[in-house]
Structure formats: structure tokens, C-alpha cells
């Protein structure tokens, strides 16, 4: 089920003292966090106009917005995000939400999913029909087509519950199901009997059913392989368009693992049979990082209550300031939000005013919230460094001798062996590397900047030492 929390982020002003909150929570967001407006009316599109049978993927690493943005075109194509369902306007549309790695315990994961269309064209078809008489002949056919599925594709272990289906819907099973039926023919009556409940009338009517299957590559190996081998066989239909998240490398990883196989490419080739359309998340400017993350702060409490105040708006904009300078953040909300709880609990902490005096390092940057920026981002992203500076906070030279000069050779250097530097060990070249991990060091130009950091004017900033 999808729960009440996709809600749209407030405007970029400030929200009011008595709405702000302490901490976000980890709910996927309908909100356009990196301004990927254009992207999700692209996809869009392709899923109105196309011909199915369909495979679309939305492809991107843990964490980057795989979730919200198939919400995104969800609400798009149906003017409603996947927990208001009901209310959905557009009746060419019918969606089906399904959240893959919530099945992983079953048998056949697709029998899960047939069982959600079932019950979804069941509600859609009452939905269209409001304040009419229902066809029981339809909807009956409709219901028994799929329990034929299900029984078929379940081993048949799952039957019809027929005590609950009146006698005409009974009698039509009696008629039509009588026999066992083969894969192939099942599909074919399954598309019969969607565009039965879709009302569709010829081949030209663009009614379809589109399937949102997310989190796929949460999945086991082998509960991935089920569901796509279940997804080829049954639901490859002229009115079925699929609208996978996923993380490519991670499910042709697991493929190659269930297929018991050493070549890669052919679970790639396996894939590319379902989903022909592999669609990748843009990455994020750093501006767009920037932003996303202050609008996150605005909505949290960054008081620490105690005199003297700072304005909330002044943090902000000393924040806003360190992030425009120097781009350190990893191009993923999830990591952003974290960051964002991270830095409200510090503010609220008193961090700041625990320094004598905002020393500047430029006529535009405190050095109070470089270090704040700085320390968020070791301490949510870079344990092992965290706890040498927690037992020894003049390891902190250490830490900027590396940014200047990365070396891992050195044995000074432990803690940081399970980071990828950013530049080169030389300190001129930047590196190559994936815009969403987390163990990407970015603070190479941001502690070069701070040249020297005391103990004194370091330690505010780590737990053990408040």
C-alpha cells in the first residue's frame, strides 16, 4: 500500500515556526526535487503514445529519486499520486502501483501482481460506472478470466473463490474455464479481458493499463527473475504498458546470479526483452543539489533556544553561501535529506555560537559553517573518519593534508581507506566518479580553503566533545 506522506514540499519561503518540524522522515516524495519537470513529460508521452505491449524503465543508483519519480508520472498520467487512486480523472489511464520487494516471500511473485490488477480493475471498473448499473456479465468475466491466471500461474494452488461471485459469474466460468488452459492462452483472454474492463472500443482506442513495478532491484536474484519470467509470459499485452524502477546494475547483477551465468551481457540481453525503453534519472547541477537542500533545511527547526539567537534565515544563507562555493554534495535526495535532519540537530545544538568569533576565510564564507558542512557530510557519510576525529580531534590536520594531497599509501591515512578521493594524488586532477555514492570524498577543495583548522574551533562540531 502507498501511505499518506507524498506531499508536495512547501514554496521556497520560509515555513511558518509552528509547521517546523525536527527531522524529515524517509518517505519517498512526490515533490520534483532536482527540477526534472521535462524529464518526467518526456516519459510521459512515450506511455501515452506508445504501442504495447511496452517495457519502460526509469534507471538510477540507490536513493537518487527512482520511487518519486515514477509517483511523478504516476500523477502525471492520472492527475493523482499512487494512495488517491480513486479520484483518478483520466479514464484512459488505468495505473497499477505494486511494490515488488514487498513479495518477496512468495512462490510466484507474479501471481501477487495479477491479484493487485484484478482488484484494481475490479474498484476502477465501479469508479467509470458510477451511478449506472453494472454489467455483471462484464465484470464477472473480467474476474474469472484472472482467476484462471492465478490459478494457472500459482501451480493451482490458488482456485476462484467462487462462493463469493454471484451464480450468472459463476455460470460464465462454468462456460468459458471449464478446461486447464495453456500460458498463451491465458495471456490472450487476460487482454481480452482488460479491454473488456477498460470499456475499449476497436484497436485505435488508446485505453491501456499501465503497471508501475518499483523497487525491483530491492528484489532476491531469484524473486527478480520470477517476477520478469511471469511479466514475459503473462502480460506481454497490446493494452499493458510497464513502468519499471530500477537500478540497472543491480538487477543485471542479480540476473547474471539467478541465470547461473559469468557473462553479464546476457542478462543485459534478458532485460532489454522487457524493458526496451531504459530511461536514466538526470543528474543534478550543483546548484539544483544546493537548493533541494536548503529548501529540506527551511522546513526544520535550526533554534537552539539560547541567547544570543541567530536568525534562522542567516544560517541559511551561510549554508547557501558554502554550497555555492564549493560542490560537495552527492547527486542523491535520499543522502541530501539526511543531511539536511543532520544539520538541523547540529544548528539546534548550539554548534555555531560555540566558536568565539566567525573567523572568515573569504570576505563571503564564515569558516563556522564550512566546518559544519564539512563535518555533516563525514559524519553521515564517512564513519570510519568520524570516529578517528571523535578519539582524536587533532587528526583533523591529517584530514586536510589528504584533501590537499590524497594518499592513501600513507599508514597516516587508514581512516580513509574505504573513501574514493575525488582528485588525483597529485591534488591537480579531478577524478572521475559516480555522482550519487556516498563514499566519494568531495571536501577536497572545501578543507584546502580552510588551510589550518585549531582544535578549538573544531570540536564544537563532534558529539563526544559537547
Not at 591529517?398 to 587508514?414: F, G, T
Amino acid at each position: 500500500m502507498i501511505n499518506s506522506a507524498y506531499n508536495q514540499h512547501p514554496a521556497n519561503s520560509l515555513t511558518s515556526k509552528a509547521m517546523l518540524k525536527l527531522s524529515h522522515n524517509d518517505t519517498a516524495q512526490s515533490d520534483d526535487a532536482f527540477n526534472q519537470a521535462d524529464f518526467i513529460e518526456k516519459v510521459c508521452e512515450i506511455i501515452k503514445d506508445c504501442s504495447p505491449p511496452k517495457g519502460i524503465a526509469i534507471n538510477g543508483y540507490w536513493g537518487t529519486g527512482k520511487t518519486s519519480s515514477l509517483i511523478q508520472l504516476h500523477e502525471k498520467l492520472t492527475g493523482v499520486t499512487p494512495d488517491k487512486y480513486e479520484e483518478s480523472t483520466n479514464q484512459d489511464i488505468v495505473p497499477i502501483w505494486f511494490e515488488a520487494w514487498r513479495y518477496q516471500s512468495e512462490t510466484q511473485p507474479i501471481v501477487a501482481l495479477l491479484q493487485e490488477i484484478r482488484t484494481r480493475l475490479g474498484t476502477w471498473q465501479k469508479l467509470v460506472n458510477k451511478g449506472q448499473k453494472l454489467s455483471e456479465i462484464t465484470i464477472m468475466g473480467v474476474l474469472g478470466t484472472f482467476d484462471a491466471a492465478l490459478q494457472a500461474a500459482s501451480g493451482g494452488v490458488m482456485s476462484p473463490n467462487l462462493g463469493k461471485i454471484p451464480e450468472l459469474g459463476k455460470q460464465w466460468e462454468d462456460k468459458h474455464l471449464e478446461t486447464v488452459l495453456t500460458s498463451r492462452s491465458i495471456s490472450k483472454l487476460l487482454e481480452q479481458a482488460i479491454d473488456q474492463a477498460l470499456g475499449k472500443q476497436g484497436s485505435q482506442d488508446k485505453k491501456r493499463l499501465v503497471i508501475f513495478i518499483d523497487d525491483l532491484n530491492r528484489c532476491l536474484p531469484k524473486v527478480a527473475l520470477q517476477l520478469l519470467e511471469g511479466i514475459k509470459v503473462y502480460l506481454n499485452l497490446k493494452n499493458c504498458v510497464l513502468v519499471f524502477g530500477m537500478d540497472q546494475r543491480q538487477i543485471e547483477d542479480a540476473l547474471t546470479k539467478a541465470l547461473e551465468t559469468q557473462e553479464k551481457h546476457h542478462a543485459r540481453e534478458y532485460l532489454e526483452k522487457i524493458c526496451q525503453d531504459i530511461h536514466h534519472l538526470p543528474v543534478p547541477h550543483q546548484q539544483e543539489k544546493s537548493k533541494y537542500l536548503l529548501d529540506l533545511l527551511k522546513e526544520l527547526d535550526v533554534d537552539d533556544k539560547t541567547p544570543p539567537t541567530i536568525p534562522a534565515t542567516d544560517h541559511h544563507e551561510a549554508i547557501k553561501k558554502v554550497l555555492v562555493a564549493y560542490d560537495c554534495l552527492p547527486a542523491n535526495p535520499r543522502k541530501i535529506k539526511a543531511l539536511s535532519n543532520r544539520l538541523a540537530l547540529q544548528l539546534r545544538n548550539g554548534c555555531i555560537k560555540d566558536i568565539a568569533a566567525p573567523l572568515a576565510s573569504s570576505p563571503a564564507l564564515d569558516r563556522r559553517y564550512m566546518l559544519l558542512v564539512a563535518m555533516t557530510i563525514i559524519y553521515n557519510f564517512h564513519r570510519q573518519l568520524n570516529e578517528q576525529l571523535e578519539k582524536d580531534p587533532a587528526y583533523i590536520k591529517q584530514i586536510i593534508e589528504y584533501a590537499d594531497k590524497p594518499d592513501i599509501a600513507d599508514p597516516l591515512n587508514d581512516p580513509m581507506s574505504g573513501i574514493k578521493p575525488s582528485y588525483s594524488s597529485d591534488g591537480l586532477t579531478k577524478l572521475p566518479t559516480n555522482p550519487s555514492d556516498s563514499n566519494i570524498f568531495r571536501l577536497h577543495e572545501l578543507f584546502r580553503a580552510l588551510a589550518t583548522v585549531t582544535v578549538n574551533e573544531f570540536t564544537p562540531f563532534l558529539d563526544s566533545h559537547r
